[in-house]
């Protein structure tokens, strides 16, 4: 079954980056884009941005350009994502997720990684 | 940039059927997808491409959508139903959401 499996919670400073992974299983890694999400305490899911790992082409929401970088490691079937600057409104859950198979859906995502922004 | 408007809230009653709306400036002209999310868990999803129904989604669950609105639709809801819902779709090679609504089974 398809499984996303994301690293644990970080506590971070702010200025300082965090690096959220993102290890598929399951399915063909390399055949479908990741998508990043994040959702700020009682908030709704606000989109990141994408990135295939077969092409390395991406794509980022404008609000993240220049502070978010999304990678991907096809030989471990791994998907990253970078925030830099951090800021406190950039406490969140921050999910992957694949459409594995079901067009340009969201099927499939991790169980989040909670990422706190604190001095 | 691409909005889609959702109402806050919706009540229903066990047994009957629960009716989430999703607007949007054509929306109809794109796909849709509908998430559940229950408190502290991972968005499920529950419809995709307006219509369609993946493995593990309850046969209650259905969706619509044409002009400006599209429609999940839930039959028969159960306790179990209650939680978040969020529409999406896809405009310009961008993921929006709505802003969501939140189901009360009661």
């Known amino acids: 079954q398809v499984q996303l499996m994301q690293s644990g919670a970080e506590v971070k400073k702010p200025g300082a980056s965090v690096k959220v992974s993102c290890k598929a299983s399951?399915?063909?890694?390399?055949?479908?884009?990741i998508n990043w999400v994040r959702q700020a305490p009682g908030q709704g899911p606000e989109w990141m941005g994408w990135?295939?790992?077969?092409?390395?082409?991406?794509g980022y929401a404008q609000k993240f350009q220049g502070r978010v970088t999304m990678t991907t490691n096809t030989a471990t079937s791994t998907a990253y994502m970078e925030l830099s600057s951090l800021r406190s409104e950039d406490t969140a859950v921050y999910y992957c997720a694949s459409p594995a198979g079901f067009g340009s859906s969201l099927a499939y995502w991790g169980q989040g990684t909670l990422v706190t922004v604190s001095s | 940039s691409y909005e889609l408007t959702q109402p806050p809230s919706v009540s229903v009653s066990p047994g009957q059927t629960a009716t989430i709306t999703c607007s949007g400036n054509?929306?109809?002209?794109?796909?849709v997808y509908w998430y559940q999310q229950k408190p502290g868990q991972s968005p499920v999803m529950v419809i995709y491409q307006d219509t369609k129904r993946p493995s593990g989604s309850p046969e209650r669950f259905s969706g619509s959508n044409s002009g400006n609105t599209a429609t999940l639709t839930i039959s028969g809801t159960q306790a179990m139903d209650e939680a978040d819902y969020y529409c999406q779709a896809w405009d310009s090679s961008t993921v929006v959401f709505g802003g969501g609504t939140k189901l009360t089974v009661l």
């Open positions: 399951g399915y063909t890694f390399s055949s479908y884009d």
């Open positions: 054509k929306l109809g002209d794109r796909f």
């Open positions: 990135m295939n790992p077969n092409s390395g082409n991406r």
